[in-house]
């Protein structure tokens, strides 16, 4: 088995490695300041990278949410679309589905 060298600061993450750093992340408090850390200040790029990865998440979702917030409300202004009937409509699945549900249970 060959023994690369990738240069300081470059050594790839293994599979298990991933697992360790995600379940590492994932502890409430100690672990997101270990995250934290780790996206601005790990030697290795590629736990930096790894660790910037949720950043780069939210961020997108939220360019998403704020995209699909501004159409829908020009098209609420438009009157192509009218939130109301359609939250007047949902409530009236809701209900029925849980009437469904507590017949099926009685």
């Known amino acids: 088995m060959k023994n690369y060298d990738y240069g300081r600061g470059f050594k790839p993450i293994s599979a298990w490695g991933y697992i360790g750093y ?12 270990i995250w934290l850390c780790s996206a601005i200040g790990a ?3 590629n736990v930096k990278n790894f660790a910037r990865m949720p950043f780069c998440a ?16 020009v098209l609420q ?19 029925g589905i849980a009437d469904l549900v507590a017949n099926s249970i009685a």
């Open 43 to 45: 030697k290795n790029k």
């Open 58 to 73: 939210l961020l997108l979702v939220l360019i998403i949410g704020v995209v699909i917030g501004i159409a829908g409300v």
């Open 22 to 33: 995600t379940i590492l992340w994932s502890i409430p408090a100690i672990g997101w300041i």
């Open 77 to 95: 202004l438009l009157g192509v679309v009218d939130f109301v009937v359609i939250a007047d409509q949902l409530t009236e699945l809701f209900k």
